[in-house]
C-alpha cells in the first residue's frame, strides 16, 4: 500500500468501513479539514484536532492559557492550510477530577481559548465537559471560504512543481529539547526564542488566504508532523515523490549552536520536528512570493520539487539522493 | 445564582469569559446545539459530546461496537431535540496503547458508528485519532432544518404549558442496575429489555423533525441527564417553575418487580435516570399527541405545568407539593 504511515493506514481502512456519503460535502476523511458546500456555494470547512496531556503537552511545561492557546492554533493552522477563515469553534474538555486547583485550570485553558478568538476573530458555540483520567482538549473549528474563491487541498500537485515551506522550521522541536534539558526556567535566554516557538506558535491564516488567491499554488497542508513526514504524504496523495534541497540558510548559527550544546543534529530538527505549523505548498514555476500581499510569504522558501520519476521522499545533497524516513510522530 | 447545576453554574461562567460573538450563529453556548443560519436561511445545527470510558460506558458491559453506537445516538439526540436532521459527523478518538486487541476494537468502535450513520444515512466527514490512558470518544454532529421551518430551543415556554416526555423514562437506570447486579451474562431474560435501553438507546430524530412542524409546541430539549435536572433546566431557562404530575401509568409492573428484587425505588428512576433520549417538550394546551404524523407521538404523555408562581421543581402527588432535588450527573 505504500502508505506514508501506519496511523495513514489505519485512516484509510476506517473510511472503508464508512459507507454513507454525501453530495454536500466534496472532500470527507482524508484532507486537513472537510469541505461543505452550501446551497449559495460558500464553503464551509471543518477540521478537528486532539490535544492529550503527556502526548501534545505537559502541564509542568506551559501554562493552562498557553495550552489553551495552543490546542486552538493546532486547528487554526489545519484551517490556514485549506485557504480559509476561522469562523466558529466547539470545545470538548475532559479534565482530572482530582486537580485541586481544577477550577482554577479550566477557566485558565479558557482565558487561552479566547485569546486566540479574541485575535481572529471567531466564537466558541459549543462544547461538552467531562472529567477523566488526564486533561484532553478536543476542538472542532468551522472556517469559511467566499464563493468566488476556492480551497486549497493536499492534492493538485504536479510532476514539476516546486515545493514550499512559509518559513523555518525545527524550531518547536529545539524548543522541546530546551524544555526537557532545562525546563522552562532555567533555559538559557539566548534560547528562550526556541521555547516561545514550542509554547506559543502562530499558525498561517493571513498567508494561507493569500495563496488561495493565487492560481499557481496547486495544493497545500499545514507542517504538523514535520517535514519528512508531511512532503512524504502530499506526494503520496499526489501519486508522486519529492526531491528535498535545502540550503545551509535554512539552519540559524543559533539553531547550530543549540544542536552543540545538546549533542543533536539540527538538521534532524528541520526535517523531522513537528507542530511547525507553518505552511506546505506545492506551485508551478511561475509562483513569485513576492507578488503575494502582505510581508508572511518573503519568508517563504523553496525545499523541493515534486518527480513522477520515483515515489517517496528523497534528499538530494548536491552529489547524491539518499531516501529519507520518517521519525514524526506516530500514534500507532 | 439558582442554576440547575454547578456544571450549568461553571457554563456561565466560561460563556463570560468567550468575548467573540457572531451575527452568523444564533444560538452559541447553552443549548443543545448551535445554530448556524446560512445565506439562504437554511438553518445548521452543531452539537458535540464525549463519552468517557468509566464514567459514561465500561467495556465490560458493551460491545465497542455498541459503545460506538450509543456515543453517534448521545450526539443524534441533541439533533432530534433541535429538531433537524443529521447531516454529518466528526469523530475524536482516544485509546489505551496498551490493549492487546486494539485495532480490533478501534474497527468495532467504528462499525458502531457507521451502524447509525447508515440508519439516518448521514457521513462521518473527518476526525483525529490520539493514545492516551483510556478510551474517550468524542463526537462533533452537524444537522439540518431547511429555511421554510425552525429549530426548537431551550428557550420559549410559556407559564401554564404543558411538560410533556416521549415515552416511559427509568428503563436506562434500570438497565444499569441490572448490569451492575448481574453482568450482561447473568442479567434474568425477563429484565433485559432495561439492559437493552441502556446498551442500545433510541434517539427521537422522526420525533423532533415532527414536531418542529407543529406550532403548539413552544420549546423542546432532549433527556440525557434525568427529568429531574433536565425538566428544571427548561424551567430556568425559561424563567419559570415546573410541577411535575405522574400517574401510576408511568412504571410499568417489570420495572415495580425489578425494584423489588433490587430494593430500588422505581419512581427514582423515572424521574432521576439519565441516558434516556427521551424528547421533553413544552406546548401550549392545544396541542394533541394524535395530530402527529407518524406513532411515536402516541408514546407522549403530560408529565407536568409550567408556573410563573414558584421556581425550581416541584412534584404534586395529588395532595401536596414536595420540592425534588437533583441527583442526575454531574461532573464537578
Chains 1, 2 share one sequence.
Not at 469562523?87 to 479558557?110: C, G, M, R, T
Not at 512543481?161 to 512559509?166: E, I
Not at 525545499?303 to 520518517?326: A, C, M, N, P, Q
Request: net charge negative.
Amino acid at each position: 500500500m505504500n502508505h506514508p504511515s501506519t496511523e495513514h493506514e489505519l485512516i484509510s481502512e476506517l473510511k472503508s468501513l464508512l459507507q454513507i456519503h454525501s453530495p454536500r460535502y466534496e472532500i470527507e476523511i482524508g484532507d486537513d479539514a472537510a469541505v461543505r458546500r452550501g446551497n449559495n456555494s460558500d464553503q464551509i470547512i471543518l477540521t478537528t484536532d486532539l490535544c492529550v496531556q503527556d502526548v501534545h503537552f505537559k502541564t509542568e511545561w506551559m501554562t493552562f492559557r498557553e495550552i489553551g492557546y495552543k490546542a486552538m492554533v493546532t486547528n487554526l493552522s489545519d484551517c490556514a492550510s485549506m485557504g480559509a477563515s476561522p469562523e466558529s469553534a466547539l470545545i470538548q474538555l475532559v479534565f482530572p477530577k482530582n486537580d485541586p486547583a481544577l477550577l482554577e485550570h479550566i477557566i485558565q485553558l479558557y482565558q487561552g481559548f479566547n485569546d486566540a478568538c479574541a485575535r481572529w476573530d471567531f466564537p466558541v458555540i459549543g462544547g461538552d465537559l467531562s472529567c477523566g483520567n488526564s486533561w484532553i482538549i478536543g476542538i472542532t473549528l468551522l472556517g469559511h471560504v467566499p464563493s468566488h474563491s476556492r480551497t486549497l487541498r493536499r492534492s493538485g500537485a504536479q510532476a514539476g512543481d516546486c515545493l514550499w515551506v512559509s518559513g523555518e522550521t525545527g524550531k518547536s522541536l529545539a524548543g522541546l529539547h530546551c524544555l526537557q534539558k532545562w525546563g522552562r526556567k532555567h533555559t538559557p535566554d539566548k534560547f528562550k526564542s526556541f521555547v516561545d516557538s514550542h509554547v506559543r506558535p502562530e499558525p498561517q491564516i493571513g498567508l494561507g488566504i493569500a495563496l488561495r488567491e493565487n492560481v499557481a499554488i496547486h495544493a497545500m497542508m499545514d507542517l504538523s508532523d514535520g517535514i519528512a513526514k508531511d512532503a512524504r504524504t502530499i506526494g503520496y496523495e499526489n501519486g508522486l515523490g519529492v526531491i528535498l534541497k535545502f540550503d545551509s540558510s535554512h539552519i540559524s548559527p543559533l539553531m547550530i549552536e543549540l544542536g552543540e550544546i545538546l549533542d543533536s543534529n539540527p538538521f534532524e530538527w528541520v526535517i523531522q520536528g513537528g507542530e511547525e505549523y507553518e505552511l506546505l505548498f506545492a506551485s508551478s514555476d511561475s509562483f513569485n512570493p513576492g507578488s503575494v500581499p502582505g510581508d508572511t510569504a518573503r519568508r517563504c522558501k523553496c525545499i523541493g520539487t515534486f518527480t513522477k520519476e520515483r515515489k517517496g521522499l528523497w534528499y538530494h545533497d548536491g552529489y547524491s539522493l539518499t531516501e529519507v524516513h520518517t521519525k514524526g510522530w506516530n500514534h500507532l
